[in-house]
């Protein structure tokens, strides 16, 4: 019996599947908004090796479990099975946020079983009943439920019996299939028990089904493929949440619109990281009667596989009206803009309101008095609004970091932070909870302006949900109501403080600044000539000349009018690449817009051919430029849909190669520098560096994903001493504090630059004034870092209440 009225719950979150950085951000939800006020929070971490690490609620902050996997290796212990027992046991339930193996297929839940440790969620039959795709399929067709044709291939076939039983397969197969349901001559190949569709892929031939499989089992992925072929019809996800007498209950579809003309895939990226490529609409524009068969089909299947508390089912409408129901979730991702939060907000739930309630009935299903929910109401506490999105090729991070800032601030007790979407069109709509919670600043306005219209339909189905649910009134906080718009001017005649997440455009070159700073409007960051002069890279680097000897550089840089530059011929192309690379004296450039940030539109280039098809793309204002588009370009490159008028040529600067493999830093020295990147935060006693971070990138440039999305990208905070000696660090921290002086920064900002690893000189690429604040930033990891902890709710405080002039 625990001393203490404290209610502990044991996160576990990591594992063994490549799933395991999307573990870290579902992790990061139940800690931020389960944490506190009578319940405490208690992460388990699981290596590759599915060995158990007891960590701080600190490092779920990082962006991927490489950023302290080695750390972990290197210096601490790993619980043993009877330690971690005992842990378990100690605490009042366990919550899973593993996906994918160890966490999904029963091999868990059959620890927790074995060992009488209570446990949120499916136990290890339905997990095991669920997880596999090719023996799921077959299970709910032997069950009355449509289910299509598929094949499953397991690793120890030979390679040559692989393409026959495919070309066999595809052949039969063919000869049932309802041709308004299936592309002709199209198929999938998938890993059989994979999640996030992570390795998915689209083929025509039995032979391409073949090398797929392969690099699918080369790759460790798994051991088992599924083939299967390629629907037609809307794709759809649907939240089931067991209510207090257990029944199961859907909450409300979600209609995934992709675009399948070139046979796209919903796979991880389109999943993860905000963009057009793929709408949601919840509710889903299917007709009534479709919406109900979905929802009592999928309450249907909960029970069939056994599974408890919640899940997650995705399938498919088809066009001859079948619905097929493709994978089966026992533990949904949790990330801050997850289907499962998604849909429970439109029945007027909150993000703690879905994990109390699943919480409570896991609770009373297993016998255990659950935790108090302490109200968390907003008297006395000073309002705050959050403006994000905007138009340029930032408005998606700005997206994160708004939705990230108003959800952290939410649980503060000192402000009631209120979400505005500054839209494509410069209107601005103040958001009900729900609206906040969509993929892209797109999205949210299409909603926007279609709320009305839409609002018999979702009330309808939204009261039902809840009264299925049994929700009580505390148990579904948010009231119903329809986002409003107005001018920026209407916005800005309120005098109310603003906490800008803006990212680029008016937001961070100085407009917006100067229109507040008319107004007498408080609001964080910096004044508006900072923001202007560091928005503007070519005048940032003119602003920091003449500072050599503080040890303290700046590129080579050339600045050229897109203008100049449209119309290139192959020889002209060649001749201009010549010159630019003779004056900035490196074989290779480095090109960016010089306005945007979060590396929107930044390139390496090898030639004249990288240069004509940059210009291309910029041209035409496409929105990205496709990976292997450029020399050496595995990524995407995000561009700006507003096009560019001037653009920045830079030397390219080589620095150390950093890979992070088998739990260990690589280190190859080239140069002797390194890429870094620091936060800056005013205190009493004027600005002060962070600890840096190492950013370590898969390619030449760090892509979006890599800076700012949880689950992938890479850094290292602090930098290991044994590579980079601490006094280099503390030199480089006092240049970045003078850069960041000299600029006239305010608040607080990041500034990226490299560092010379032996004295600590840096070489500055860039200042951002309006940082991003997303759920798994380097600025928290920074804080995080310092002698005394400042965790993201606290450091977002600090930076509303020097906004505030406190």
């Known amino acids: 019996m625990k001393e203490d009225k404290t209610f502990k719950i044991a996160v576990l979150c990591g594992g063994p599947s490549l799933e395991r950085g999307i573990s870290l951000n579902s992790c990061r939800s139940l800690c931020d908004h389960l944490h506190g006020n009578g319940i405490e929070t208690i992460p388990i971490y699981f290596d590759t090796e599915k060995k158990p690490y007891l960590i701080s609620r600190a490092q779920i902050y990082s962006n991927t479990p490489s950023d302290f996997d080695f750390k972990l290796a290197s210096s601490s212990a790993s619980l043993t099975e009877e330690e971690l027992k005992d842990f378990l046991q100690s605490v009042d339930i366990v919550f899973p946020a593993i996906h994918g193996k160890f966490g999904e297929d029963g091999e868990l839940q059959e620890f927790l079983e074995k060992n009488s440790i209570p446990f949120v969620g499916t136990g290890s039959k339905g997990c095991k009943l669920a997880f596999d795709k090719h023996n799921a399929n077959e299970f709910i067709g032997r069950n009355g439920f449509y289910s299509i044709p598929s094949l499953c291939i397991d690793s120890s076939m030979p390679s040559i019996d692989r393409i026959d039983a495919i070309e066999e397969f595809i052949s039969t197969s063919d000869n049932l299939l309802y041709r308004e349901d299936f592309f002709w001559g199209k198929w999938i190949v998938k890993p059989a028990s994979g999640g996030s569709s992570i390795a998915v892929y689209p083929f025509e031939t039995a032979k391409e089904a073949a090398k797929r499989a392969e690099e699918i089992f080369s790759a460790g992925i798994d051991e088992r493929v599924v083939i299967e072929p390629f629907c037609k019809g809307r794709e759809f996800t649907v939240i089931i949440l067991q209510n207090k007498s257990g029944v199961p209950i859907s909450i409300l579809p979600t209609e995934i619109e992709l675009n399948v003309s070139d046979f796209q895939i919903f796979d991880y990226r389109k ?375 001037d653009l920045l040529f830079e030397e390219y600067i080589e620095t150390d190669e950093l890979t992070i493999a088998d739990k260990r830093i690589h280190w190859e020295k080239r140069t002797g520098w390194i890429e870094i990147t620091v936060g800056v935060l005013e205190g009493d006693s004027g600005l002060k560096a962070l600890t840096p971070s190492i950013t370590v990138s898969t390619g030449h440039i760090l892509t979006i994903e890599e800076k700012f999305q949880g689950g992938t990208g890479i850094n290292i905070t602090p930098p290991p001493p044994e590579f980079v000696p601490q006094s280099s660090l503390e030199r480089a921290k006092e240049r970045i504090e003078i850069v960041a002086d000299k600029l006239g920064i305010r608040g607080y900002a990041r500034i990226d630059a490299f560092m010379e690893i032996e004295t600590g000189k840096i070489t500055v690429i860039e200042a951002n004034t309006l940082p991003a604040l997303t759920p798994s930033t380097v600025l928290y990891h920074q804080a995080l870092a310092e002698k005394d902890p400042i965790y993201p709710t606290q450091l977002l405080e600090i930076i509303a209440m020097k906004a505030l002039g406190d």
């Open 271 to 645: 999943k993860y990281l905000a963009t057009r490529q793929v709408t949601y609409h919840c509710p889903p524009r299917f007709d009534d009667p479709t919406i109900k068969r979905i929802q009592r089909d999928a309450e249907r299947l909960f029970e069939l596989l056994q599974m408890k508390d919640f899940a997650r089912f995705d399938g498919w409408l088809l066009p001859s009206g079948q619905v097929w129901f493709s994978d089966f979730n026992p533990v949904s991702g949790m990330e801050q803009n997850s289907f499962l939060f998604m849909q429970a907000a439109r029945i007027g739930m909150s993000h703690r309101d879905l994990l109390a309630y699943v919480l409570k009935t896991s609770c009373k299903r297993q016998n255990i008095s659950p935790p108090l929910f302490a109200n968390e109401g907003i008297s006395k506490k000073q309002k705050i609004r959050v403006i994000f999105g905007g138009s340029n090729a930032e408005r998606q991070v700005s997206l994160m970091s708004g939705t990230n800032v108003w959800l952290k601030l939410r649980r503060s007790k000192r402000f009631e932070p209120v979400p505005y979407l500054l839209d494509t069109k410069g209107e601005v709509w103040l958001l009900p909870y729900p609206y906040a919670l969509n993929h892209t600043v797109e999205e949210i306005e299409q909603m926007c302006r279609s709320a009305s219209s839409n609002e018999q339909k979702l009330h309808s189905l939204a009261n039902e949900a809840k009264s299925r649910l049994r929700l009580e009134e505390n148990e579904a906080s948010q009231n119903w109501a329809l986002p409003s718009s107005c001018t920026l001017e209407q916005f800005l005649d309120d005098s109310t403080p603003l906490f800008i997440a803006l990212h680029g455009g008016i937001g961070e070159d100085g407009t917006l600044q100067r229109m507040l700073e008319e107004r007498g409007i408080h609001y964080n960051g910096s004044g508006s000539a900072a923001s202007k002069l560091c928005m503007d890279k070519f005048m940032t680097g003119k602003a920091l000349e003449g500072l050599e000897e503080k040890g303290i550089l700046v590129p080579k840089r050339i600045k050229m009018h897109f203008s100049e530059l449209i119309g290139l011929g192959d020889n002209k192309a060649d001749r201009v690449f010549s010159s630019l690379t003779n004056q900035l004296g490196t074989e290779t450039v480095i090109v960016k817009p010089v306005g945007d940030g979060c590396s929107s539109g930044v390139a390496r280039l090898f030639g004249g051919r990288d240069l004509i098809k940059y210009i291309s793309y910029v041209k035409d204002k496409h929105h990205l430029i496709p990976a292997h588009t450029l020399t050496g370009q595995d990524n995407i490159i995000e561009l700006s849909p507003e096009g560019v008028s």
